[in-house]
């Protein structure tokens, strides 16, 4: 079975600084995918971006970056300069085959 | 393109009785599937389709019935609804159905909230 960890249920960082949210996955398959979701208050889940278990460089998709380790089974969610707009769930995910396995998320709240 | 659409946005049921939450997605998307959320527990899949006339369970199927018809709708019924069935749901389509694909950016619609009285 999947599992998908965020030990972080609450988060909270200074407008402009960079926070990491950590995610911890356990899977016996070679082949997996790895995502975050933001979802603000308003309810909607977005795509921010997305690991996969053989690419070899770290993805980075603007202000984000996936700090992927794969020996540690870590994907931890790098988010540099904080808006106020950043304040929201986030969750990690892990597709293996045709499922997708979410983790409890981390609630990120941005001070001005 | 609307993307993916849900209805309705609320819902409130007795339990007992029963609904169909639908969902559909004008992006030619042959992966479906639905979710639910709960207070501290993130998303869980409940049933997923491949492509039409192809269901599958996920992980929390009990008490909910699915169908695929046609690509383009996906609705999840409630058979005989209970209080431990009020969440929210979300609908998700994507690009590829194939196992061996693992990019699978899902395309969420802006979820339905059931209470069960």
Same mark, same amino acid.
């Given at each position: 079975?999947?599992?998908?960890?965020?030990?972080?249920?609450?988060?909270?960082?200074?407008?402009?600084?960079?926070?990491?949210?950590?995610?911890?996955?356990?899977?016996?398959?070679?082949? /997996?995918? &790895?995502?975050?979701? =933001?979802?603000?208050? !308003?309810?909607?889940?977005?795509?921010?971006?997305? +690991?996969?278990s053989?690419?070899?460089?770290?993805?980075?998709?603007?202000? /984000?970056? &996936?700090?992927?380790? =794969?020996?540690?089974? !870590?994907?931890?969610?790098v988010?540099?300069?904080? +808006?106020?707009?950043?304040?929201a769930?986030?969750?990690?995910?892990?597709?293996?085959?045709?499922?997708?396995?979410?983790g409890?998320?981390?609630?990120?709240?941005?001070?001005? | 393109?609307?993307?993916?659409?849900?209805?309705?946005?609320?819902?409130?049921?007795?339990?007992?009785?029963?609904?169909?939450?639908?969902?559909?997605?004008?992006?030619?998307?042959?992966?479906?599937?639905?979710?639910?959320?709960?207070?501290?527990?993130?998303?869980?899949?409940?049933?997923?389709?491949?492509?039409a006339?192809?269901?599958?369970?996920?992980?929390?199927?009990?008490?909910?019935?699915?169908?695929?018809?046609?690509?383009?709708d996906?609705?999840?019924?409630?058979?005989?609804?209970?209080?431990?069935?009020?969440?929210?749901?979300?609908?998700?389509?994507?690009?590829?159905?194939?196992?061996?694909?693992l990019?699978?950016?899902?395309?969420?619609?802006?979820?339905?909230?059931?209470?069960?009285?």
């Amino acid at each position: 079975a999947q599992k998908i960890t965020q030990t972080q249920p609450g988060m909270f960082v200074q407008e402009k600084e960079a926070v990491t949210l950590d995610c911890t996955y356990d899977t016996s398959d070679p082949s /997996y995918g &790895l995502f975050w979701y =933001k979802q603000p208050s !308003s309810g909607e889940m977005i795509f921010l971006i997305y +690991q996969g278990s053989y690419d070899q460089q770290n993805a980075t998709e603007g202000r /984000y970056s &996936l700090n992927f380790q =794969k020996a540690r089974k !870590s994907a931890n969610l790098v988010i540099s300069a904080s +808006q106020l707009g950043d304040s929201a769930m986030y969750f990690c995910a892990m597709r293996v085959l045709r499922q997708l396995t979410f983790g409890s998320g981390t609630q990120l709240t941005v001070l001005p | 393109n609307a993307g993916v659409t849900q209805t309705p946005k609320f819902q409130v049921l007795k339990t007992g009785q029963s609904m169909t939450l639908q969902c559909a997605q004008d992006m030619n998307h042959e992966y479906m599937s639905w979710y639910r959320q709960d207070p501290g527990m993130g998303l869980r899949l409940i049933h997923y389709s491949v492509g039409a006339g192809i269901t599958d369970q996920g992980e929390v199927p009990n008490g909910y019935n699915v169908s695929r018809s046609t690509t383009e709708d996906f609705p999840l019924r409630l058979l005989s609804a209970a209080p431990s069935q009020t969440s929210v749901y979300f609908c998700a389509s994507s690009y590829s159905k194939s196992s061996g694909s693992l990019y699978n950016e899902q395309f969420f619609g802006p979820g339905t909230r059931l209470t069960v009285l």
